[in-house]
């Protein structure tokens, strides 16, 4: 799914209203209304409802939203901001419809009044300001939205916490609701994907309104998510004559002594992956592990406690480097005369990244097809600092560009930068993958993909789905508690299974 600027969903907005001869009032009676059923399939109607309206198009879905709660028996009230001189047209439309439904339900509050004293049971929808607010809010409706955070209620934002832009993260200081759910329409903001923003938006729910299919497929965007519409368009289903050949050989190149668990890891992904042949070159401490823990993957010895030298690559379809690998300066030495001479696919992770942290100009060896999957401190050795999640994936998507490579930069929705500047955000994956090992997972998964003929935007795309959807899964059934990195491995055959 595409992710769009404000200005651009505005656009969409003005499309709609044309192509389908509607007005701006109905559009935003059919906003309200999903929200509505969203409200009514959660809660009885037994629960009061406060609307927090501003006087602008976000307050005008919030009265149109405290009608129709009212008209389908509901206890509801709104309160209006009185933050300017006028409300918006379709604002005044639906504040003269609420008030002339019920007076005594709709009150307009004053500079410097506030809500106080609310009992706890009751519901709050903020519907102050919308995804067009452009600055930080200040003075009163700064204060008030403050206010509104000390309250203990439960608090559900209409399209966007108030406060929150849509296209970059707020301050550290600025004054946003903290809302339990967001209910956006359409679309996920971007500002969503960042964890920044998760004190803010809760959960996030996206709401159809019905903007023209139209506009959406014709309106670019360098800005995506990874849902399981687009992985499923990936995913390659195994031909009924293919054999181990068909699929590729995976290498994975790794481990140390005491860090062996890291390229074993790997190495399971790989197997679990689909790749027909998968070898593990680490050093020669970690053979009994490797043989052990997985039979089905060939050793090759490099080294007695870390790898000294990259070899027996020909074979290899694409190879895997940097899980438990360490930096001993000949480790070292001998990743830079690899990446000196070789010219297949390569996914670089973990000390691979942090060899080259100071090198970076060394980022000109890797050939195109080429995948960096760096965690944020990793990204930040290699590039720099910057001020957000939001302006390091900027970076990174200059940094793909540059060098025309694949970075995965991993987070909460870990971002997939291509070089032609595209930006992908994963929807999968949970807090329980927050654990030690999931990033030498995701290493293999990727490598086996490579190896079985994916591009590496495919490849790049659908292994962060499968690898977040796994753990997913996994979550399910043992709690993001108790989730180990290794469960990753044992869940990616029933995620493969839901891509059918």
Known sequence: MKIFSAQQIKEGDAFTIRQEGISSAALMERAAGSCYRWIAARYSRDTPVLVICGMGNNGGDGLALTRILLQ?????????????????????????????????????????????????????????????????????????????????????????????????????????????????????????????????????????????????????????????????????????????????????????????GAIALSTGAALRSGAGLVYTQAPSCGCDILQATHPEAMFLPDGEKHIVHIGNTNQATAIGIGPGMGQEPETAKALLAFLEQYDKPLVLDADGLNILSGKEEQLHLLTAASILTPHPKEFTRLFGSTRDSMFQVELGRAKAMKYNLCIVLKGHHTAVLLPNGECWYNTTGNPGMATGGSGDVLTGILTGLLAQGYPTRDAALLGVFLHGLAGDIAAKELSEEALLAGDLIHYLGKAFLSLR
Do not use: C
């Open 72 to 260: 389908e028996g509901f206890s509801a009230r709104a309160v209006v901001l009185k933050h300017m001189e006028q409300f918006s047209p379709d604002a005044t439309h639906n504040f003269t419809l609420l008030h002339q439904l019920a007076p005594d339900e709709v009150q307009i509050l004053e500079q410097g009044m506030f809500v106080t004293g609310l009992p706890a049971h009751i519901l709050i929808v903020d519907a102050l300001f919308g995804a067009g607010l452009n600055r930080p809010l200040e003075d009163w409706p700064a204060a008030f939205v403050r206010e509104l955070n000390e309250l203990p209620n439960e608090k559900i934002a209409i399209d966007i916490p108030s406060g929150l832009p849509a296209d970059s993260l707020s301050l550290p200081d600025a004054a946003v609701l903290r809302a339990q759910h967001t209910l956006s329409f359409q679309f996920r903001k971007r500002s969503f994907l960042h964890p920044e923003a998760i004190p803010f938006t809760g959960a996030v729910h996206v709401l159809d309104i019905g903007l023209s299919r139209t506009w959406q497929e014709a309106t670019h965007s360098q800005y995506h998510t990874i849902d399981p519409e687009t992985a499923r368009s990936l995913y390659r289903p195994r031909q009924a004559s293919g054999h181990k050949g068909t699929y590729g050989r995976a290498m994975l190149v790794g481990g140390s002594y005491g860090k062996m």
